[in-house]
């Protein structure tokens, strides 16, 4: 199993930044690199003059259960994207996400805006508005304040270096 | 936690050029919507269903996916910059697995008390400096979860092999 990175990002009294690391174990509950990161930072700033300004772990995911493609396109380019806006309807709040060397054979003719009517558009659509449910527990797209998306409110071809 | 934790995918088109994206995610219960702890086959159950449906949308591939917890430092006590900090003065640590390979660490800013006069030497004996080694070499105990650091592999760290003081382009780097 892949060991889990922590990162520690510090600024110094210019504002020149750098992150420091190290690899933890992997196969660890996120509550107990939750806590690690909260102990760690405390020893790491403890040895550092700049001000720690952040701390995150990454997690290396499996998706060799998904059936994806493995060779690219001919026609694909990461600055071709599909930019996706969903919203919680209730409190108001968006969330933004985009989809770089989308194809733009999944819009609806003479537009720009993906074919709502497409099924592989459909399936994104679920999936963000909805979630996945696995042994009882749903995972949700949230905004950034933690409101779920409950509405996909526009998905647009985009043109823009990522 | 203190901010939303996320999913990063990374993209390559057929010029090998590279892209990410990022969502943020959090896990319910489904039978009545209250929040539940994230835990990792849900997240991981999540991303692929997700990536096999983007998957269908685009020309380039998926390379990979990774979950980022982001931690919460509000605690940290004593965390401001001093005056004469310079993240390119970094304190450089190397440490051995138990299985004698060598690892890298660099402390950015390392804080100039640490190190001994005229040496370039960090004093290994200092109280900030023993705490960090102990974590290194011996992890931290989470009641009853003992977290050690490892390699890029996963095999635990060890010993220290040496700590001095260096200079270096801070060159950030990503971060995910």
Redesign the interface.
């Known amino acids: 199993?892949?060991?889990t990175t922590v990162?520690f990002?510090?600024?110094?009294?210019?504002g020149?930044?750098?992150?420091?690391?190290?690899?933890?174990?992997?196969g660890?509950?996120?509550?107990?690199?939750?806590?690690?990161?909260?102990?760690?930072?405390?020893?790491?700033?403890?040895?550092?003059?700049?001000?720690?300004?952040?701390?995150?772990?990454?997690?290396?995911?499996?998706?060799s259960?998904?059936?994806?493609?493995?060779?690219?396109?001919?026609?694909?380019?990461?600055v071709n994207?599909?930019l996706v806006i969903g919203r919680n309807a209730v409190a108001g709040l968006f969330?933004k996400?985009?989809?770089?060397?989308?194809?733009d054979a999944?819009n609806a003719d003479n537009s720009d805006l993906a074919d709502a009517a497409d099924t592989?558009?459909a399936?994104?659509v679920a999936?963000?508005e909805d979630?996945?449910?696995?042994?009882?527990?749903?995972?949700?797209?949230?905004?950034?304040?933690?409101e779920?998306v409950d509405d996909i409110t526009s998905m647009r071809e985009i043109f823009r270096k990522? | 936690?203190s901010?939303?934790?996320y999913?990063?995918y990374e993209?390559?088109?057929?010029?090998q050029?590279?892209?990410?994206?990022q969502?943020?995610?959090?896990?319910?219960?489904?039978?009545d919507g209250e929040e539940?702890?994230?835990?990792?086959?849900?997240?991981?159950?999540?991303?692929?269903?997700?990536?096999?449906?983007?998957?269908?949308?685009?020309?380039?591939?998926?390379r990979?996916?990774?979950?980022?917890?982001?931690?919460?430092?509000s605690?940290?006590?004593?965390?401001?910059?001093?005056?004469?900090?310079?993240?390119?003065e970094?304190?450089a640590f190397q440490f051995r697995t138990l299985d004698g390979l060598k690892?890298q660490?660099?402390?950015?800013?390392?804080?100039?008390t640490?190190v001994t006069n005229e040496t370039g030497n960090i004093n290994q004996a200092a109280t900030?400096?023993a705490?960090?080694l102990a974590?290194?070499e011996d992890g931290?105990d989470?009641g009853g979860?003992l977290?050690?650091?490892?390699?890029?592999?996963?095999d635990?760290l060890d010993a220290t092999v040496y700590a001095r003081e260096r200079s270096r382009n801070?060159?950030?780097?990503r971060?995910?």
Do not use: C, W
């Open positions: 199993m892949l060991a990162n990002t510090f600024r110094d009294s210019k020149k930044e750098s992150v420091y690391r190290h690899r933890i174990s992997g660890l509950l996120p509550s107990d690199i939750y806590a690690y990161m909260e102990s760690a930072a405390q020893i790491v700033k403890n040895m550092s003059a700049a001000e720690l300004t952040g701390v995150s772990a990454s997690v290396s995911l499996d998706l259960a998904s059936t994806l493609k493995t060779v690219a396109t001919q026609f694909s380019d990461v994207g599909l969330a996400f985009k989809l770089p060397t989308y194809d999944n592989d558009i399936t994104l999936i963000l979630g996945n449910t696995n042994a009882g527990i749903t995972t949700r797209a949230v905004t950034t304040r933690g779920v990522s | 936690m901010a939303q934790n999913i990063v993209y390559e088109d057929r010029m050029r590279r892209a990410t994206n969502l943020n995610v959090k896990t319910f219960v489904a039978a539940f702890p994230p835990t990792m086959p849900h997240i991981n159950a999540f991303a692929s269903v997700l990536a096999e449906a983007v998957d269908g949308l685009i020309g380039g591939i998926i990979r996916a990774t979950y980022v917890i982001v931690g919460d430092i605690g940290v006590t004593g965390n401001v910059a001093s005056d004469s900090a310079d993240v390119e970094i304190g690892v660490a660099n402390v950015p800013a390392i804080i100039e640490l900030a400096v705490a960090y974590m290194m931290i989470l979860t977290v050690r650091a490892t390699d890029v592999g996963g635990y801070s060159g950030k780097r971060q995910y």
